[in-house]
């Protein structure tokens, strides 16, 4: 297919999460793509968590698309995928056709401190866990807390995280991340900046949050809504953090719509 959608992950998830939209988008006739950012899902991994940055990774998706040659892209953005994911677009934007975005958060410092506080008691929450228990974060129970996922769905989920050792990119990309005020300045500004570009974004958007869970709803949504006036805004009931995994299908079946609409 000449229509691409290309699914970027958050934290801590990996490909996996879209198994439920993949499939029922391929079955339309759409090319799907999932990537999985180093440092998780079942590739090789970087051991020590200062090996992973920011820069990193947008450099990663950046040149993905750039060796597999990706154009009309549909983008769709997870979680703390959306600063990374959003961030490319500024930079190849003739590639991008159009933006899907779910439950994610364009963090800096502007705006985070006082109108974000959910997301903000999340990312204190989740960092001072990531701060106690480092690489050794206990996976299994932290994707239990997300909803009622089976023993066999747990398991999905950690494949890639096997031990501790392969878990220092989890345990990185809170770091990364500047909903603080002191956050990391070169981030600060990647964020600002693709805020800038974002509100001269003309291109067909697709806003899906839930209404409750993490990064659903609230400030985040709102932000977004002001960057993209011009987005279609379709809330998904029910669908809690990981919204692909529970409402994966009723998510693709709106972006095959949602798709099919601008031909």
Same mark, same amino acid.
């Given at each position: 297919?000449?229509?691409?959608?290309?699914?970027?992950?958050?934290?801590?998830?990996?490909?996996?999460?879209?198994?439920?939209?993949?499939?029922?988008?391929?079955?339309?006739?759409?090319?799907?793509?999932?990537?999985?950012?180093?440092?998780?899902?079942?590739?090789?991994?970087?051991?020590?968590?200062?090996?992973?940055?920011?820069?990193?990774? !947008?450099?990663?998706?950046?040149?993905? $698309?750039?060796? %597999?040659?990706?154009? @009309?892209?549909? =983008?769709?953005?997870? #979680?703390?995928?959306?600063?990374?994911?959003?961030?490319? !677009?500024?930079?190849?934007?003739?590639? $991008?056709?159009? %933006?899907?975005?779910? @439950?994610?958060? =364009?963090?800096?410092? #502007?705006?985070?401190?006082?109108?974000?506080?959910?997301?903000?008691?999340?990312?204190?929450?989740?960092?001072?866990?990531?701060?106690?228990?480092?690489?050794?974060?206990?996976?299994?129970?932290?994707?239990?807390?997300?909803?009622?996922?089976?023993?066999?769905?747990?398991?999905?989920?950690?494949?890639?995280?096997?031990?501790?050792?392969?878990?220092?990119?989890?345990?990185?990309?809170?770091?990364?991340?500047?909903?603080?005020?002191?956050?990391?300045?070169?981030?600060?500004?990647?964020?600002?900046?693709?805020?800038?570009?974002?509100?001269?974004?003309?291109?067909?958007?697709?806003?899906?949050?839930?209404?409750?869970?993490?990064?659903?709803?609230?400030?985040?949504?709102?932000?977004?809504?002001?960057?993209?006036?011009?987005?279609?805004?379709?809330?998904?009931?029910?669908?809690?953090?990981?919204?692909?995994?529970?409402?994966?299908?009723?998510?693709?079946?709106?972006?095959?719509?949602?798709?099919?609409?601008?031909?």
């Amino acid at each position: 297919s000449d229509n691409v959608i290309l699914c970027i992950h958050g934290e801590p998830t990996w490909g996996f999460v879209y198994r439920f939209m993949m499939k029922e988008l391929a079955s339309s006739g759409f090319r799907v793509i999932a990537l999985d950012f180093i440092g998780f899902g079942k590739s090789d991994k970087y051991s020590s968590p200062d090996m992973y940055t920011h820069e990193l990774h !947008v450099h990663t998706l950046h040149l993905f $698309i750039q060796h %597999l040659n990706l154009e @009309n892209i549909t =983008l769709v953005v997870h #979680d703390w995928g959306g600063p990374v994911g959003l961030s490319v !677009v500024k930079m190849i934007p003739e590639r $991008i056709a159009n %933006l899907c975005v779910l @439950n994610t958060v =364009l963090p800096c410092r #502007d705006d985070t401190v006082f109108k974000h506080v959910i997301n903000l008691i999340h990312f204190i929450s989740w960092s001072a866990a990531i701060f106690v228990f480092q690489t050794h974060i206990p996976l299994n129970a932290v994707f239990r807390g997300y909803g009622k996922l089976d023993y066999d769905t747990v398991n999905g989920y950690t494949a890639p995280f096997p031990n501790y050792r392969y878990k220092a990119g989890v345990a990185r990309w809170p770091q990364l991340i500047p909903m603080m005020p002191w956050g990391n300045k070169r981030i600060i500004e990647d964020m600002r900046s693709t805020k800038r570009f974002l509100r001269t974004w003309k291109k067909p958007v697709l806003m899906m949050f839930s209404d409750n869970g993490i990064s659903g709803g609230g400030a985040s949504k709102e932000l977004f809504k002001s960057l993209f006036p011009h987005g279609k805004d379709i809330v998904i009931n029910g669908g809690g953090y990981l919204l692909q995994e529970f409402k994966g299908e009723e998510l693709a079946q709106n972006l095959i719509q949602f798709l099919r609409s601008q031909r």
